[in-house]
C-alpha cells in the first residue's frame, strides 16, 4: 500500500517541475545578473527546488486524504448507528464512498484493501494502525488509536467514532474557514512577491540602459546578490506568516 510520506512524480509533473525550474533559473539570472553562468550556479538548486516541489505536493495529497477520511467515517457512523456491526460498517463505507469517488481515489483503494484484508482474519485495529503510520496524518493517527485503545477495553465504539466524527468535522470545518479567510491575503502576498521582478523587468523594457552599472562589475554583482537573498527571504517570510495549521 502507499506511503504518503514518499511521493513519486509523474512524467507530467516531473515535465512541469522542469519547466518551472527552468522558467525560474532563466528570470533570476537575467533579471539579476544578465549572465549565463548565472543560470549554470543556480542548477545545483534543482535538488531544493524538487524537495520543496514534493513536500508541497505531499501535503496536498495529505489534506485531501484527511478529508475524504473524514466522509469514510462519517459513512462508517452512519452504519454502526443502524445496528451493524464495526466490521460491517467499513464494507458498507466502501460501497457507499464508491458513489462519492472513483475506484482511483485514495480513501477508496484505502478501505478496499480494509475490506479485503478484514475477509482475511486481519483485524481492524490493525488495520487502522497501518493506516494511520503511511497517512502521517495526525487525525488518523489518534482516530486509530482511540479505537485500538476502546476496541481492547471493550468500550461504546458507536458513542466513539461519533464523538470522533465530531471533533474531525468541528476541525476541518475550522480548517477551512482559515483557508477562506486567508485565500485574500495569500493572493496578495503572491502579487507583493512578483512586484520587484515586474519592476526590474519594467526598468529594463522602458530604459534597457538604465541598469547596466548594476551589471558584470564587483560591486553591481554584490549589490544584485544582497538584493536577491532578501527577495528570497522575504517570500519565505511571507509564506511562513500565511502558512497556519490547524
Request: proline share 2%; hydrophobic share 45%; with cysteine.
Amino acid at each position: 500500500m502507499q506511503d504518503y510520506g514518499q511521493y513519486e512524480f509523474s512524467k507530467r509533473e516531473m515535465l512541469c517541475s522542469v519547466g518551472m525550474f527552468a522558467a525560474l533559473a532563466t528570470a533570476v539570472s537575467y533579471l539579476f545578473y544578465r549572465s549565463a553562468l548565472a543560470f549554470a550556479l543556480c542548477l545545483p538548486l534543482w535538488g531544493k527546488f524538487l524537495k520543496l516541489r514534493r513536500e508541497s505536493l505531499i501535503k496536498k495529497r495529505r489534506q485531501e486524504l484527511a478529508r475524504q477520511f473524514l466522509d469514510g467515517m462519517q459513512a462508517v457512523s452512519v452504519s454502526l448507528s443502524a445496528g451493524y456491526s464495526v466490521e460491517t460498517a467499513f464494507e458498507l463505507a466502501y460501497r457507499e464512498l464508491r458513489t462519492m469517488y472513483d475506484d482511483t481515489a485514495m480513501i477508496v483503494t484505502e478501505f478496499r484493501y480494509i475490506v479485503i484484508q478484514l475477509g482475511m482474519n486481519r483485524s481492524l485495529e490493525e488495520l487502522l494502525l497501518y493506516l494511520a503510520n503511511r497517512s502521517g496524518i495526525e487525525d488518523i493517527q489518534n482516530f486509530a488509536d482511540i479505537f485500538a485503545v476502546a476496541k481492547r477495553t471493550g468500550g461504546n465504539l458507536i458513542a466513539i467514532i461519533r464523538n470522533t466524527v465530531l471533533c474531525v468535522s468541528q476541525k476541518e470545518e475550522t480548517r477551512r474557514e482559515i483557508a477562506t479567510c486567508l485565500s485574500g491575503k495569500k493572493m496578495e502576498q503572491n502579487i507583493m512577491s512578483a512586484i520587484p521582478a515586474l519592476i526590474l523587468v519594467y526598468v529594463q523594457t522602458i530604459s534597457p540602459g538604465f541598469l547596466d552599472g548594476m551589471y558584470h562589475n564587483p560591486a553591481g554583482i554584490l549589490i544584485m546578490s544582497l538584493c536577491l537573498a532578501v527577495y528570497g527571504l522575504a517570500w519565505f517570510w511571507g509564506r511562513k506568516i500565511v502558512n497556519i495549521e490547524v
